[in-house]
């Protein structure tokens, strides 16, 4: 049950063009659902920066192969890509990805 957070009366199930919302009798308060669910969806992926690089089949395809060692199975190989942080006074981080465990780490902070 939702309540207005306006004025604390129950909000009640309406629909619209833009779908169903929750909408409050007594004042103009409107929760959109449809917004929500946007964003719920959108949320799924995890903001870290190497899931972003490793999220589609395509990017790990262009990957180079390199000499690092895993920090978790201790293999001495692994695919990388290095990523330019915008700002000139900051290195750029190198993403590795074990060959082996699929490991994932960074040289970065
Ligand atoms: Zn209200
Ligand atoms: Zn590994």
């Known amino acids: ?11 009640i199930m309406q629909s619209s063009l833009h779908g169903y919302f929750f909408g409050c009798n007594t ?3 409107k929760h ?3 917004e ?8 799924m992926h995890h903001d870290e920066r ?3 690089i490793y999220g589609g089949d395509s990017a790990k395809e ?3 192969m390199t000499e ?3 920090p978790k199975c201790h293999h001495n190989r692994a695919s990388y890509v290095q990523q330019q942080t915008r700002s000139a006074d ?16 960074n040289d970065g902070s």
């Open 27 to 29: 004042c103009p308060y």
């Open 90 to 105: 900051e290195p750029s981080t190198v993403f590795y990805c074990c060959e082996k465990c699929n490991h994932k780490w």
């Open 1 to 11: 049950m939702i309540f207005c957070p306006l004025c604390g009366n129950m909000l």
């Open 36 to 43: 929500h669910r946007v964003t719920a969806r959108r949320s």
């Open 32 to 34: 959109e659902l449809g």
């Open 68 to 70: 690092a060692d895993c």
């Open 62 to 64: 262009m990957m180079d």
């Open 50 to 52: 190497a899931d972003e």
